[in-house]
Nanobody, 124 residues
Framework: QVQLVESGGGLVQAGGSLRLSCAAS????????MGWFRQAPGKERDFVAG????????YYADAVKGRFTISRDNAKKTVSLQMNSLKPDDTAVYFC?????????????????WGQGTQVTVSS
């Protein structure tokens, strides 16, 4: 079992930066692949970034490549999403998710554990 709590959302102007954090509880956090998803109003929840537990390899959606960076600290049981050069299209609720596998996948149904989400709003 893993419980996830996101923080770090807020309001930022276009071109600015935010750093999201996800704190996990549970003794086996280091064996979970972690992902960030986002959901804009009226849209589906989409994959943003993922990081494998075994080698730290990262994956990104095309829309955020080069702007967002996912990282994890297994000792602190945290996963972060550094978001730079933010655009109004990045406005969404951002969710942290975990799956008990070493594979990163983009389908939200493959993630067993979710945080409550944190709002990110980018103004133009």
């Amino acid at each position: 079992q893993v419980q996830l709590v996101e923080s770090g959302g807020g309001l930022v102007q276009a071109g600015g930066s935010l750093r999201l954090s996800c704190a996990a509880s549970g003794s086996t956090f280091s064996r979970y692949t972690m992902g960030w998803f986002r959901q804009a109003p009226g849209k589906e929840r989409d994959f943003v970034a993922g990081i494998r537990w075994n080698d730290g390899m990262t994956y990104y959606a095309d829309a955020v490549k080069g702007r967002f960076t996912i990282s994890r600290d297994n000792a602190k049981k945290t996963v972060s999403l550094q978001m730079n050069s933010l655009k109004p299209d990045d406005t969404a609720v951002y969710f942290c998710a975990a799956r008990n596998s070493f594979l990163v996948v983009t389908q939200r149904s493959q993630y067993s554990y979710w945080g409550q989400g944190t709002q990110v709003t980018v103004s133009s």
